[in-house]
């Protein structure tokens, strides 16, 4: 498995934009896709964005298509998320995870390596 650390959160005002960066290490080669969730105070951690490793298919939840870009660079093992027009509904922690098994899915338990999270707040 690998070990994921992301950063780049931090406090923003609505409207403004914002890159989380997600640094993968480990058996790299092993992954399929990357995601990123994300979840907000008494909340269920949802989904928000994944691309796949090699080939770099993307998918993301609705609320943030368009204003949010998922990319990866192979050659430093990192998954970038930038967050385009934020909004104080996507104020949350902000997780990247491994997958390893085919698919970009949406559950939070199909991917079984996770980062520490970092903070993203929005205010309005």
């Known amino acids: 498995q690998v070990q994921l650390v992301e950063s780049g959160g931090g406090l923003v005002q609505a409207g403004d934009s914002l890159r989380l960066s997600c640094l993968a290490s480990g058996r790299t080669i092993s992954i399929y896709a990357m995601g990123w969730f994300r979840q907000a105070p008494g909340k269920e951690r949802e989904f928000v964005a994944g691309?796949?490793?090699?080939?770099?298919?993307?998918r993301y939840t609705d609320s943030v298509k368009g204003r949010f870009t998922i990319s990866r660079d192979n050659a430093k093992n990192m998954v970038y998320l930038q967050m385009n027009s934020l909004k104080p509904e996507d104020a949350a922690v902000y997780y990247c995870a491994a997958r390893y098994a085919l698919g970009i899915d949406i559950y939070p338990s199909l991917y079984p390596s996770w980062g520490q999270g970092t903070q993203v707040t929005v205010s309005s």
């Open positions: 691309i796949s490793w090699s080939v770099g298919n993307t």
